[in-house]
């Protein structure tokens, strides 16, 4: 996504059926960077020293917007690609075990979660929001691909974000 135009990264896909606006790259790309300081090693250092006695403080999942004002796609990206590297290290620096795998902790609102649970979600979370990249970069062509529209299914698809 470096070097891309503006319309680019930071077009969105118009208003959800709730309607709220929807997120552009650009917010995608700050969401992450929210996620690598506030969730996926924090919630791990929880289960890892409170388990269940201390729940997960809760993630703002819009904490991105203010933040990432006046900051080009390129500054939060170096920001990302930085926080990601340290977090695998301290992640790796861990060297946890099969049965620390197991421990649990508690999400706010799911209750008790696998520390494994917690790693694998962090791995689909991040494919997640590589769809939701290509579905709402691939948006700019809606009215370019004329009726190939039908034949492509990242123009069609409704988007598979949490309630």
């Not at 694998?120 to 970069?137: E, F, G, I, N, Y």
Request: charged share 25%.
């Amino acid at each position: 996504m470096r070097g891309l135009p503006d319309v680019w990264v930071r077009g969105n896909e118009g208003r959800s059926k709730d309607g709220e606006d929807t997120w552009s790259a650009f917010d995608i790309v700050g969401h992450l960077i929210v996620g690598e300081r506030t969730d996926w090693m924090p919630r791990a250092r929880i289960i890892l020293e409170h388990g269940e006695a201390r729940p997960f403080d809760p993630f703002d999942r819009f904490a991105q917007m203010k933040p990432s004002q006046g900051q080009s796609l390129e500054q939060l990206l170096d920001e990302f690609a930085r926080l990601r590297k340290e977090n695998l290290a301290a992640l790796q620096s861990l060297n946890l075990r099969p049965e620390e795998l197991t421990r649990r902790g508690r999400h706010p609102a799911l209750g008790a979660v696998t520390l494994s649970e917690l790693l694998a979600t962090w791995a689909v979370h991040d494919l997640t929001h590589v769809h939701q990249l290509s579905r709402v970069m691939a948006q700019q062509y809606r009215d370019a691909v004329g009726p190939w529209s039908a034949y492509l299914g990242v123009l069609n698809c409704a988007g598979h974000s949490a309630p």
